[in-house]
Protein backbone atom coordinates (compact mmCIF):
# COMPACT_ATOMS: atom_id res chain seq x y z
CA UNK A 1 0.00 0.00 0.00
CA UNK A 2 1.14 3.69 -0.46
CA UNK A 3 2.08 6.28 2.00
CA UNK A 4 -1.18 8.08 0.54
CA UNK A 5 -4.17 6.97 -0.99
CA UNK A 6 -6.90 9.56 -3.04
CA UNK A 7 -9.87 7.73 -3.40
CA UNK A 8 -12.08 9.18 -5.72
CA UNK A 9 -11.88 12.27 -4.67
CA UNK A 10 -13.87 15.53 -5.78
CA UNK A 11 -14.24 19.21 -4.29
CA UNK A 12 -16.78 21.88 -5.10
CA UNK A 13 -16.29 25.66 -3.89
CA UNK A 14 -19.34 27.12 -4.34
CA UNK A 15 -19.69 27.13 -7.93
CA UNK A 16 -16.53 25.66 -9.08
CA UNK A 17 -15.41 21.76 -9.51
CA UNK A 18 -12.32 22.14 -8.74
CA UNK A 19 -11.53 18.71 -8.15
CA UNK A 20 -13.10 16.11 -9.93
CA UNK A 21 -12.60 12.18 -9.09
CA UNK A 22 -9.43 11.95 -8.70
CA UNK A 23 -7.22 8.74 -7.57
CA UNK A 24 -3.79 8.19 -7.36
CA UNK A 25 -1.21 6.61 -4.90
CA UNK A 26 1.69 8.19 -3.70
CA UNK A 27 4.82 5.35 -2.76
CA UNK A 28 7.16 5.61 0.36
CA UNK A 29 10.22 7.32 -0.58
CA UNK A 30 9.20 8.70 -4.11
CA UNK A 31 9.60 12.54 -5.65
CA UNK A 32 5.83 12.79 -7.10
CA UNK A 33 5.65 15.80 -9.58
CA UNK A 34 1.70 17.28 -9.98
CA UNK A 35 2.07 19.03 -12.73
CA UNK A 36 -0.55 21.20 -14.21
CA UNK A 37 -1.57 24.74 -15.49
CA UNK A 38 -2.80 27.48 -13.15
CA UNK A 39 -6.30 26.57 -12.06
CA UNK A 40 -5.89 22.91 -12.61
CA UNK A 41 -6.68 22.37 -9.04
CA UNK A 42 -3.09 21.22 -7.44
CA UNK A 43 -3.13 23.51 -4.04
CA UNK A 44 -6.86 22.15 -3.74
CA UNK A 45 -5.87 18.83 -3.95
CA UNK A 46 -2.95 19.44 -1.71
CA UNK A 47 -4.83 21.41 0.82
CA UNK A 48 -7.44 18.39 1.12
CA UNK A 49 -4.31 15.65 1.45
CA UNK A 50 -3.13 18.42 4.76
CA UNK A 51 -6.54 18.52 6.13
CA UNK A 52 -6.76 21.79 5.48
CA UNK A 53 -9.69 21.74 3.34
CA UNK A 54 -12.58 19.67 3.75
CA UNK A 55 -13.22 16.71 0.92
CA UNK A 56 -16.52 17.08 -1.08
CA UNK A 57 -16.68 13.86 -2.34
CA UNK A 58 -13.99 10.38 -1.36
CA UNK A 59 -11.58 10.02 0.67
CA UNK A 60 -8.08 10.37 1.26
CA UNK A 61 -5.71 8.33 3.59
CA UNK A 62 -2.46 8.63 4.95
CA UNK A 63 -0.59 5.90 5.97
CA UNK A 64 -3.93 3.86 5.74
CA UNK A 65 -6.29 6.73 8.18
CA UNK A 66 -8.30 8.76 6.49
CA UNK A 67 -7.01 12.47 6.42
CA UNK A 68 -10.61 13.63 7.59
CA UNK A 69 -10.29 12.66 11.18
CA UNK A 70 -8.29 14.59 13.40
CA UNK A 71 -5.29 12.25 14.09
CA UNK A 72 -2.73 14.87 15.41
CA UNK A 73 0.28 11.86 15.52
CA UNK A 74 -0.79 10.96 11.80
CA UNK A 75 -0.71 14.83 10.85
CA UNK A 76 2.31 15.58 12.54
CA UNK A 77 4.38 13.44 9.70
CA UNK A 78 3.24 15.39 7.38
CA UNK A 79 4.94 18.79 6.18
CA UNK A 80 3.22 21.78 3.96
CA UNK A 81 5.19 24.15 2.30
CA UNK A 82 2.18 26.52 1.04
CA UNK A 83 2.00 28.77 -2.11
CA UNK A 84 1.69 31.59 -0.06
CA UNK A 85 4.62 32.74 2.12
CA UNK A 86 3.30 32.33 6.15
CA UNK A 87 6.21 33.69 8.67
CA UNK A 88 6.34 36.02 11.35
CA UNK A 89 8.09 38.94 10.13
CA UNK A 90 9.11 40.10 13.59
CA UNK A 91 10.75 37.04 14.54
CA UNK A 92 14.33 36.08 13.24
CA UNK A 93 15.00 33.04 10.81
CA UNK A 94 16.35 30.91 14.10
CA UNK A 95 12.86 31.58 15.80
CA UNK A 96 10.86 31.51 12.94
CA UNK A 97 11.80 27.84 12.43
CA UNK A 98 11.62 27.45 16.18
CA UNK A 99 8.54 28.44 16.79
CA UNK A 100 6.88 26.04 13.62
CA UNK A 101 8.77 23.35 14.96
CA UNK A 102 7.66 23.61 18.92
CA UNK A 103 4.30 23.02 17.42
CA UNK A 104 5.26 19.74 16.63
CA UNK A 105 5.84 18.96 20.46
CA UNK A 106 10.09 19.33 20.49
CA UNK A 107 11.30 21.39 23.24
CA UNK A 108 14.93 22.51 24.74
CA UNK A 109 18.05 21.22 23.13
CA UNK A 110 16.21 18.85 20.18
CA UNK A 111 14.29 21.61 19.39
CA UNK A 112 17.65 23.87 19.03
CA UNK A 113 19.11 21.05 17.10
CA UNK A 114 16.33 20.70 14.73
CA UNK A 115 16.01 23.98 14.11
CA UNK A 116 19.85 24.61 13.01
CA UNK A 117 19.53 21.78 10.39
CA UNK A 118 16.74 22.83 8.54
CA UNK A 119 18.01 26.18 8.67
CA UNK A 120 21.45 24.80 7.51
CA UNK A 121 19.42 22.45 4.88
CA UNK A 122 18.09 25.58 3.38
CA UNK A 123 21.73 27.40 3.10
CA UNK A 124 19.99 30.36 5.88
CA UNK A 125 21.95 29.31 8.78
CA UNK A 126 24.37 32.31 8.54
CA UNK A 127 21.36 34.68 8.41
CA UNK A 128 19.61 32.89 11.47
CA UNK A 129 19.38 36.45 13.48
CA UNK A 130 18.15 38.07 10.79
CA UNK A 131 14.23 38.75 10.40
CA UNK A 132 12.51 37.38 7.02
CA UNK A 133 11.61 41.03 6.19
CA UNK A 134 15.27 41.84 5.13
CA UNK A 135 15.43 38.41 2.48
CA UNK A 136 15.11 38.48 -0.88
CA UNK A 137 11.57 36.55 -2.10
CA UNK A 138 14.37 33.22 -2.89
CA UNK A 139 15.12 33.19 0.81
CA UNK A 140 11.87 33.80 2.38
CA UNK A 141 11.18 30.81 0.27
CA UNK A 142 13.58 28.85 1.39
CA UNK A 143 12.84 29.83 5.52
CA UNK A 144 9.96 28.74 4.66
CA UNK A 145 10.94 25.42 3.70
CA UNK A 146 12.77 25.17 7.03
CA UNK A 147 9.88 26.09 8.51
CA UNK A 148 8.10 22.96 7.34
CA UNK A 149 10.62 20.49 7.35
CA UNK A 150 12.51 21.15 11.21
CA UNK A 151 10.11 18.05 12.54
CA UNK A 152 11.02 15.61 10.10
CA UNK A 153 7.90 15.18 8.58
CA UNK A 154 7.24 11.42 6.40
CA UNK A 155 6.00 13.19 3.62
CA UNK A 156 6.93 16.76 2.24
CA UNK A 157 4.35 18.63 0.03
CA UNK A 158 5.89 21.84 -1.94
CA UNK A 159 3.59 23.92 -3.52
CA UNK A 160 5.13 25.85 -6.36
CA UNK A 161 7.75 26.22 -3.71
CA UNK A 162 10.34 28.45 -7.09
CA UNK A 163 7.55 30.75 -8.29
CA UNK A 164 9.32 33.92 -8.75
CA UNK A 165 12.78 33.54 -7.39
CA UNK A 166 16.07 33.73 -8.63
CA UNK A 167 17.95 30.94 -10.14
CA UNK A 168 20.03 30.25 -7.18
CA UNK A 169 17.66 29.88 -4.74
CA UNK A 170 15.86 27.81 -7.40
CA UNK A 171 18.71 25.36 -7.50
CA UNK A 172 19.01 25.66 -3.46
CA UNK A 173 15.31 23.99 -3.11
CA UNK A 174 16.14 21.98 -6.02
CA UNK A 175 19.00 20.33 -4.48
CA UNK A 176 17.59 20.50 -0.84
CA UNK A 177 14.72 18.77 -1.65
CA UNK A 178 16.75 15.78 -3.34
CA UNK A 179 19.04 16.02 -0.24
CA UNK A 180 15.34 15.71 2.18
CA UNK A 181 14.33 12.44 -0.12
CA UNK A 182 17.46 11.03 0.01
CA UNK A 183 17.18 11.07 3.98
CA UNK A 184 13.71 8.93 3.74
CA UNK A 185 11.25 11.85 2.83
CA UNK A 186 8.42 10.99 0.43
CA UNK A 187 8.08 14.02 -1.50
CA UNK A 188 5.00 15.74 -4.02
CA UNK A 189 6.18 18.51 -5.48
CA UNK A 190 3.59 20.63 -7.39
CA UNK A 191 4.34 23.07 -10.22
CA UNK A 192 3.89 24.27 -13.88
CA UNK A 193 6.94 24.57 -14.50
CA UNK A 194 8.13 21.13 -16.30
CA UNK A 195 12.00 21.12 -16.33
CA UNK A 196 11.60 21.40 -12.53
CA UNK A 197 9.46 17.93 -12.42
CA UNK A 198 11.71 16.19 -14.77
CA UNK A 199 14.43 17.32 -13.10
CA UNK A 200 13.75 15.89 -9.78
CA UNK A 201 10.78 13.70 -9.66
CA UNK A 202 10.18 10.04 -10.64
CA UNK A 203 6.48 9.73 -11.42
CA UNK A 204 4.56 12.43 -12.39
CA UNK A 205 0.70 12.69 -12.22
CA UNK A 206 -0.61 15.55 -14.75
CA UNK A 207 -3.71 17.79 -13.72
CA UNK A 208 -6.21 19.36 -15.95
CA UNK A 209 -9.56 21.63 -14.95
CA UNK A 210 -9.65 19.29 -11.84
CA UNK A 211 -8.95 15.85 -13.62
CA UNK A 212 -6.26 13.78 -13.47
CA UNK A 213 -5.32 13.33 -17.05
CA UNK A 214 -2.06 11.59 -17.07
CA UNK A 215 -0.17 9.19 -14.31
CA UNK A 216 3.24 6.89 -15.09
CA UNK A 217 6.96 7.70 -14.83
CA UNK A 218 8.21 10.41 -16.65
CA UNK A 219 9.83 8.10 -19.23
CA UNK A 220 7.06 6.40 -19.75
CA UNK A 221 4.71 9.51 -20.17
CA UNK A 222 7.24 10.82 -22.84
CA UNK A 223 7.31 6.92 -24.29
CA UNK A 224 3.70 7.55 -24.71
CA UNK A 225 4.06 10.49 -27.08
CA UNK A 226 6.85 8.74 -29.02
CA UNK A 227 5.05 9.02 -32.46
CA UNK A 228 5.96 12.08 -32.91
CA UNK A 229 8.77 14.91 -32.93
CA UNK A 230 8.27 18.63 -32.19
CA UNK A 231 9.34 21.45 -34.25
CA UNK A 232 9.52 25.40 -33.02
CA UNK A 233 9.74 27.53 -36.15
CA UNK A 234 10.17 31.12 -35.25
CA UNK A 235 9.92 33.49 -37.54
CA UNK A 236 10.73 36.97 -38.17
CA UNK A 237 7.35 38.31 -38.31
CA UNK A 238 3.52 36.87 -36.99
CA UNK A 239 1.57 39.07 -39.46
CA UNK A 240 -0.20 36.45 -41.28
CA UNK A 241 0.47 32.94 -40.59
CA UNK A 242 -2.40 30.50 -42.13
CA UNK A 243 -1.79 26.95 -40.98
CA UNK A 244 -3.95 24.96 -42.88
CA UNK A 245 -1.89 24.22 -45.73
CA UNK A 246 0.58 23.25 -43.09
CA UNK A 247 -1.63 20.27 -42.39
CA UNK A 248 -1.80 19.30 -46.22
CA UNK A 249 1.96 18.49 -45.63
CA UNK A 250 2.52 14.73 -45.48
CA UNK A 251 3.97 13.55 -41.98
CA UNK A 252 2.49 17.11 -40.26
CA UNK A 253 0.37 16.11 -37.23
CA UNK A 254 -0.59 19.65 -35.62
CA UNK A 255 0.53 23.39 -35.77
CA UNK A 256 -0.23 25.95 -33.34
CA UNK A 257 0.49 29.36 -33.21
CA UNK A 258 2.84 30.78 -30.42
CA UNK A 259 4.41 34.09 -29.49
CA UNK A 260 7.40 34.25 -32.23
CA UNK A 261 6.06 31.87 -34.36
CA UNK A 262 4.63 28.42 -34.94
CA UNK A 263 4.90 24.87 -33.07
CA UNK A 264 4.40 22.04 -35.37
CA UNK A 265 4.10 18.29 -33.89
CA UNK A 266 5.61 15.54 -37.25
CA UNK A 267 5.56 12.03 -38.04
CA UNK A 268 8.68 10.75 -35.94
CA UNK A 269 10.19 9.04 -39.01
CA UNK A 270 8.69 11.93 -41.47
CA UNK A 271 10.98 13.32 -44.12
CA UNK A 272 9.45 16.83 -44.53
CA UNK A 273 11.60 19.61 -43.23
CA UNK A 274 12.05 20.90 -46.89
CA UNK A 275 8.70 21.58 -47.21
CA UNK A 276 8.02 23.24 -44.38
CA UNK A 277 10.45 25.52 -44.99
CA UNK A 278 9.60 26.13 -48.53
CA UNK A 279 6.07 26.58 -47.45
CA UNK A 280 7.20 29.69 -44.85
CA UNK A 281 9.01 30.93 -47.89
CA UNK A 282 5.86 30.64 -50.18
CA UNK A 283 4.16 32.97 -47.26
CA UNK A 284 6.74 35.51 -47.51
CA UNK A 285 7.48 34.12 -43.97
CA UNK A 286 11.46 34.61 -43.17
CA UNK A 287 12.24 31.79 -40.75
CA UNK A 288 14.93 32.71 -38.24
CA UNK A 289 15.20 29.41 -36.74
CA UNK A 290 14.27 25.74 -36.56
CA UNK A 291 14.32 24.06 -33.12
CA UNK A 292 13.51 19.64 -33.41
CA UNK A 293 12.50 19.41 -29.88
CA UNK A 294 13.05 16.04 -27.96
CA UNK A 295 9.79 14.61 -26.46
CA UNK A 296 9.51 16.52 -22.74
CA UNK A 297 6.73 16.53 -20.67
CA UNK A 298 5.33 20.25 -22.19
CA UNK A 299 4.72 18.45 -25.50
CA UNK A 300 3.25 15.48 -23.04
CA UNK A 301 0.45 17.99 -21.75
CA UNK A 302 0.36 19.54 -24.81
CA UNK A 303 -0.14 16.06 -26.82
CA UNK A 304 -2.78 15.62 -24.39
CA UNK A 305 -5.12 19.22 -24.12
CA UNK A 306 -3.93 21.10 -27.36
CA UNK A 307 -2.30 24.10 -24.70
CA UNK A 308 0.78 24.53 -23.68
CA UNK A 309 1.43 24.53 -19.39
CA UNK A 310 1.15 28.42 -19.78
CA UNK A 311 -1.52 28.96 -21.94
N1 LIG B 1 -11.40 29.32 -2.07
C1 LIG B 1 -11.85 29.19 -3.32
N2 LIG B 1 -13.12 29.50 -3.62
C2 LIG B 1 -13.61 29.35 -4.88
N3 LIG B 1 -12.88 28.88 -5.91
C3 LIG B 1 -11.60 28.56 -5.66
C4 LIG B 1 -11.01 28.69 -4.36
N4 LIG B 1 -9.71 28.29 -4.43
C5 LIG B 1 -9.51 27.91 -5.70
N5 LIG B 1 -10.62 28.08 -6.44
C6 LIG B 1 -10.79 27.75 -7.86
O1 LIG B 1 -10.55 26.36 -8.02
C7 LIG B 1 -9.81 26.10 -9.21
C8 LIG B 1 -8.51 25.38 -8.88
O2 LIG B 1 -7.67 26.29 -8.17
P1 LIG B 1 -6.28 25.81 -7.52
O3 LIG B 1 -5.71 26.98 -6.79
O4 LIG B 1 -6.51 24.57 -6.75
O5 LIG B 1 -5.42 25.50 -8.82
P2 LIG B 1 -3.85 25.32 -8.98
O6 LIG B 1 -3.63 24.23 -9.96
O7 LIG B 1 -3.21 25.17 -7.65
O8 LIG B 1 -3.44 26.68 -9.65
P3 LIG B 1 -2.35 27.75 -9.16
O9 LIG B 1 -1.06 27.20 -9.57
O10 LIG B 1 -2.73 28.99 -9.93
O11 LIG B 1 -2.54 27.91 -7.69
C9 LIG B 1 -9.62 27.46 -9.89
O12 LIG B 1 -10.64 27.62 -10.83
C10 LIG B 1 -9.77 28.44 -8.75
O13 LIG B 1 -10.26 29.67 -9.23
Known amino acids: MGILTLDH ?86 ENVRFFCSLYGFSGRELDKRTVKALEYVGLLDRKKDKPTTFSGGMKRRLNIACAIAHTPKLIILD ?28 IYTSHYMEEVEAICSRVGIMDHGKL ?22 LEKMDAVPLDKLLDIQGVQTAHLEENGVRIHVDRDAHNFDQIVSYFVSQKLQVNNIENQTPNLEAVFMSLTGRTLRD
Not at 51 to 75: E, H, P, Q, R
Not at 213 to 234: M, W
Open 9 to 94: VFKKYERIEAVRDVSFEIHEGEIFGLLGPNGAGKSTLINMICGLLNITKGDILFNGKSVKKAYVKTKRQMGLVPQDIALYGNLSAY
Open 160 to 187: EPTVGIDPQSRNHILESIKSLNAEGSTI
Open 213 to 234: IALDTKENLKDSIGDRRTLIVT
